[in-house]
Protein backbone atom coordinates (compact mmCIF):
# COMPACT_ATOMS: atom_id res chain seq x y z
CA UNK A 1 0.00 0.00 0.00
CA UNK A 2 3.04 2.48 0.88
CA UNK A 3 4.40 1.79 -2.67
CA UNK A 4 1.27 2.35 -4.18
CA UNK A 5 0.80 5.60 -2.71
CA UNK A 6 3.98 6.45 -3.34
CA UNK A 7 3.76 6.12 -6.71
CA UNK A 8 0.80 8.21 -7.39
CA UNK A 9 2.33 10.66 -5.86
CA UNK A 10 5.01 10.67 -7.88
CA UNK A 11 3.03 11.18 -10.72
CA UNK A 12 1.54 13.65 -9.73
CA UNK A 13 4.66 15.65 -9.24
CA UNK A 14 6.82 15.35 -12.56
CA UNK A 15 5.20 17.96 -14.47
CA UNK A 16 7.39 21.08 -14.10
CA UNK A 17 5.10 23.30 -15.72
CA UNK A 18 1.68 22.30 -13.79
CA UNK A 19 0.19 24.91 -11.86
CA UNK A 20 -0.19 25.09 -7.84
CA UNK A 21 -3.96 24.12 -8.27
CA UNK A 22 -3.49 21.56 -10.37
CA UNK A 23 -0.73 19.79 -8.52
CA UNK A 24 -3.82 20.41 -5.57
CA UNK A 25 -6.18 18.95 -6.98
CA UNK A 26 -3.59 15.60 -8.60
CA UNK A 27 -2.36 15.33 -4.57
CA UNK A 28 -6.09 15.39 -3.35
CA UNK A 29 -6.65 12.64 -6.22
CA UNK A 30 -3.59 10.61 -4.72
CA UNK A 31 -4.76 11.12 -1.56
CA UNK A 32 -8.07 9.87 -2.47
CA UNK A 33 -6.72 6.68 -4.46
CA UNK A 34 -4.73 5.75 -1.24
CA UNK A 35 -7.73 5.86 0.80
CA UNK A 36 -9.85 3.64 -1.15
CA UNK A 37 -6.97 0.93 -1.12
CA UNK A 38 -6.48 1.32 2.92
CA UNK A 39 -10.42 0.90 2.75
CA UNK A 40 -10.40 -2.45 0.48
CA UNK A 41 -7.10 -3.84 1.73
CA UNK A 42 -8.96 -3.42 5.21
CA UNK A 43 -12.43 -5.01 3.91
CA UNK A 44 -10.16 -8.02 2.52
CA UNK A 45 -8.71 -8.75 5.53
CA UNK A 46 -11.88 -8.62 7.04
CA UNK A 47 -13.42 -11.15 4.90
CA UNK A 48 -9.82 -13.70 5.46
CA UNK A 49 -10.39 -13.21 9.22
CA UNK A 50 -13.97 -14.03 9.36
CA UNK A 51 -13.31 -16.84 6.50
CA UNK A 52 -10.70 -18.63 9.10
CA UNK A 53 -12.71 -18.37 11.95
CA UNK A 54 -15.24 -20.47 9.66
CA UNK A 55 -13.05 -22.77 8.92
CA UNK A 56 -11.67 -23.17 12.33
CA UNK A 57 -15.27 -23.71 13.63
CA UNK A 58 -15.78 -26.53 10.72
CA UNK A 59 -12.54 -28.30 12.03
CA UNK A 60 -13.60 -28.00 15.19
CA UNK A 61 -17.39 -29.31 14.70
CA UNK A 62 -15.90 -32.21 12.68
CA UNK A 63 -13.41 -33.15 15.08
CA UNK A 64 -15.94 -33.09 18.01
CA UNK A 65 -18.35 -34.86 15.80
CA UNK A 66 -16.04 -38.17 15.17
CA UNK A 67 -14.94 -37.81 19.20
CA UNK A 68 -10.96 -37.30 18.03
CA UNK A 69 -10.52 -34.66 20.37
CA UNK A 70 -12.92 -35.49 23.02
CA UNK A 71 -11.75 -34.78 26.88
CA UNK A 72 -13.37 -35.48 30.85
CA UNK A 73 -11.39 -34.17 33.38
CA UNK A 74 -10.20 -36.74 35.92
CA UNK A 75 -12.35 -35.69 38.54
CA UNK A 76 -15.55 -36.45 36.48
CA UNK A 77 -14.50 -39.38 35.31
CA UNK A 78 -14.15 -41.07 39.03
CA UNK A 79 -17.83 -40.08 39.52
CA UNK A 80 -18.76 -41.82 36.55
CA UNK A 81 -17.30 -44.76 37.59
CA UNK A 82 -18.78 -44.75 41.19
CA UNK A 83 -22.09 -44.04 39.61
CA UNK A 84 -22.00 -46.13 36.23
CA UNK A 85 -22.99 -43.38 34.03
CA UNK A 86 -19.89 -44.53 31.75
CA UNK A 87 -17.80 -47.20 30.91
CA UNK A 88 -14.35 -46.19 32.80
CA UNK A 89 -11.57 -48.27 30.75
CA UNK A 90 -7.80 -47.95 32.06
CA UNK A 91 -5.71 -49.17 29.21
CA UNK A 92 -2.49 -49.18 31.01
CA UNK A 93 -0.12 -52.55 31.92
CA UNK A 94 -1.29 -54.49 35.02
CA UNK A 95 1.86 -53.51 37.20
CA UNK A 96 0.44 -49.71 36.88
CA UNK A 97 -2.95 -50.53 37.09
CA UNK A 98 -2.63 -52.02 40.26
CA UNK A 99 -0.59 -49.58 41.98
CA UNK A 100 -3.78 -47.32 42.18
CA UNK A 101 -6.76 -47.68 39.42
CA UNK A 102 -10.37 -45.25 39.61
CA UNK A 103 -12.53 -48.00 41.77
CA UNK A 104 -14.87 -49.58 39.66
CA UNK A 105 -13.05 -49.12 35.80
CA UNK A 106 -12.36 -51.72 33.96
CA UNK A 107 -8.74 -53.21 33.32
CA UNK A 108 -9.09 -53.20 29.40
CA UNK A 109 -5.10 -53.02 28.47
CA UNK A 110 -3.62 -51.69 25.24
CA UNK A 111 -0.13 -51.36 26.05
CA UNK A 112 2.49 -52.80 25.03
CA UNK A 113 1.38 -51.04 22.31
CA UNK A 114 2.88 -53.25 19.26
CA UNK A 115 0.95 -56.27 20.98
CA UNK A 116 -1.66 -56.48 18.31
CA UNK A 117 -3.52 -59.30 20.49
CA UNK A 118 -4.23 -56.70 22.63
CA UNK A 119 -5.96 -54.13 20.07
CA UNK A 120 -8.01 -57.66 19.23
CA UNK A 121 -9.52 -58.34 22.55
CA UNK A 122 -10.28 -54.59 23.41
CA UNK A 123 -11.73 -55.27 20.07
CA UNK A 124 -14.45 -57.97 21.63
CA UNK A 125 -14.69 -56.72 24.65
CA UNK A 126 -15.92 -53.67 22.96
CA UNK A 127 -18.29 -55.51 20.95
CA UNK A 128 -19.90 -57.32 23.68
CA UNK A 129 -19.88 -54.90 26.13
CA UNK A 130 -19.69 -51.19 25.04
CA UNK A 131 -22.14 -51.41 22.41
CA UNK A 132 -25.41 -50.05 24.72
CA UNK A 133 -24.82 -46.45 23.88
CA UNK A 134 -22.95 -45.26 27.14
CA UNK A 135 -20.57 -42.97 26.87
CA UNK A 136 -16.67 -44.48 27.14
CA UNK A 137 -13.93 -42.77 29.34
CA UNK A 138 -10.21 -43.99 28.81
CA UNK A 139 -7.63 -43.84 31.10
CA UNK A 140 -3.87 -44.04 29.77
CA UNK A 141 -0.45 -42.88 31.45
CA UNK A 142 -0.69 -39.72 30.33
CA UNK A 143 -3.93 -39.46 27.97
CA UNK A 144 -1.85 -39.55 24.97
CA UNK A 145 -0.38 -42.65 22.94
CA UNK A 146 -2.67 -45.42 24.64
CA UNK A 147 -5.50 -43.28 25.08
CA UNK A 148 -5.75 -42.79 20.91
CA UNK A 149 -4.69 -46.20 19.90
CA UNK A 150 -7.90 -47.48 22.01
CA UNK A 151 -9.99 -44.72 20.45
CA UNK A 152 -9.33 -46.33 16.89
CA UNK A 153 -9.90 -49.66 18.29
CA UNK A 154 -13.09 -48.69 19.73
CA UNK A 155 -14.40 -46.71 16.69
CA UNK A 156 -13.09 -49.88 14.54
CA UNK A 157 -15.46 -51.98 16.59
CA UNK A 158 -18.18 -50.47 15.68
CA UNK A 159 -18.02 -47.80 18.82
CA UNK A 160 -19.61 -43.95 18.00
CA UNK A 161 -16.91 -42.17 18.44
CA UNK A 162 -19.31 -39.37 20.02
CA UNK A 163 -18.97 -41.54 22.81
CA UNK A 164 -15.41 -41.99 23.63
CA UNK A 165 -13.55 -39.75 25.86
CA UNK A 166 -9.90 -39.32 27.01
CA UNK A 167 -9.49 -38.77 30.50
CA UNK A 168 -7.02 -35.72 30.14
CA UNK A 169 -4.15 -35.54 32.22
CA UNK A 170 -4.43 -40.01 32.29
CA UNK A 171 -3.41 -41.49 35.33
CA UNK A 172 -0.87 -38.88 36.05
CA UNK A 173 -3.80 -36.19 36.48
CA UNK A 174 -5.59 -38.77 38.44
CA UNK A 175 -2.49 -39.07 41.20
CA UNK A 176 -2.78 -35.26 41.60
CA UNK A 177 -6.83 -35.47 41.97
CA UNK A 178 -7.31 -36.58 46.23
CA UNK A 179 -9.18 -40.50 46.53
CA UNK A 180 -9.24 -40.83 42.30
CA UNK A 181 -7.00 -43.93 42.83
CA UNK A 182 -7.32 -46.81 45.28
CA UNK A 183 -5.48 -50.30 45.35
CA UNK A 184 -8.07 -51.40 48.14
CA UNK A 185 -10.62 -53.89 46.07
CA UNK A 186 -13.10 -53.57 49.34
CA UNK A 187 -13.63 -49.95 48.00
CA UNK A 188 -14.89 -51.23 44.47
CA UNK A 189 -18.54 -52.60 43.57
CA UNK A 190 -18.03 -56.14 43.53
CA UNK A 191 -20.57 -59.16 43.09
CA UNK A 192 -17.89 -61.43 45.71
CA UNK A 193 -18.46 -64.89 44.77
CA UNK A 194 -17.17 -67.66 47.68
CA UNK A 195 -16.48 -71.31 47.48
CA UNK A 196 -15.98 -73.55 50.17
CA UNK A 197 -12.36 -75.20 50.62
CA UNK A 198 -13.85 -78.99 49.89
CA UNK A 199 -15.43 -77.58 46.95
CA UNK A 200 -12.20 -75.88 45.36
CA UNK A 201 -10.84 -79.42 46.07
CA UNK A 202 -13.29 -80.86 44.11
CA UNK A 203 -13.16 -78.45 41.06
CA UNK A 204 -9.35 -79.31 40.73
CA UNK A 205 -10.20 -83.10 41.34
CA UNK A 206 -8.95 -83.52 45.11
CA UNK A 207 -5.62 -82.53 44.26
CA UNK A 208 -3.26 -80.93 46.67
CA UNK A 209 -0.69 -78.70 45.61
CA UNK A 210 2.20 -80.45 45.26
CA UNK A 211 4.94 -77.14 44.63
CA UNK A 212 7.20 -76.82 47.23
CA UNK A 213 5.97 -72.88 47.93
CA UNK A 214 2.86 -74.06 48.80
CA UNK A 215 1.56 -73.65 52.50
CA UNK A 216 1.49 -76.77 54.28
CA UNK A 217 -2.35 -78.68 54.58
Not at 50 to 61: L, M, R, S
Not at 128 to 149: T, W
Not at 189 to 194: H, R
Request: aromatic share 4%.
Amino acid sequence: MALSMTAVAGCGQKAGNETTAQAAAESTAADTTAADTTAADTADAAADTTQAAAAGNETAAAAQSDGSYQYVSPKEAVAAAKDKSAHVLDVREWDNYVKGRVADSVWCPIFPLEDDSLADAMSTYAKENLSDGQKIYIICNSGKRGAEKATGVLKEAGIDGSLIYTVEGGAKALESEKGALTTNRADEDIDWKTVTAADALKAVGGKRCSNPGCPRQ
